[in-house]
């Protein structure tokens, strides 16, 4: 469910609308008219969105950072080593 944010319409307000309050609602709530507090008109305040990254950072750095080894395909069942501790290489022969 989003947080919104709402604060006083007009010049009669109290401190808990003067600035901003949230409110937790589903999309499909009316949104609110009136403080809860001092019951003058209130209006939705446009805040910019909080955008999380997605995925960490893969820089070689970042990953021997948190111990981890990467890999990249240089040929068919052929593995070279480009980041971290571990093999050099990963091939995919089995010999007996």
Do not use: W
């Not at 307000?13 to 003058?40: E, G, I, M, R, W």
Request: glycine share 6%; hydrophobic share 25%.
């Amino acid at each position: 469910m989003p947080i919104y944010e709402y604060q006083a319409a007009g010049h009669d307000c109290c401190d808990y609308c003067v600035t901003a309050y949230d409110v937790l609602q589903k999309l499909s709530d009316d949104p609110p008219k009136f403080c809860p507090k001092c019951h003058n008109p209130v209006r939705r305040k446009i805040s910019p969105p909080n955008v999380v990254s997605p995925t960490p950072s893969l820089s070689q750095s970042n990953i021997e950072k948190h111990g981890l080894t990467q890999f990249k395909k240089v040929e068919k069942g052929v593995y070279e080593k480009t980041a971290g501790k571990g093999p050099d290489y990963i091939t995919g022969d089995k010999t007996p």
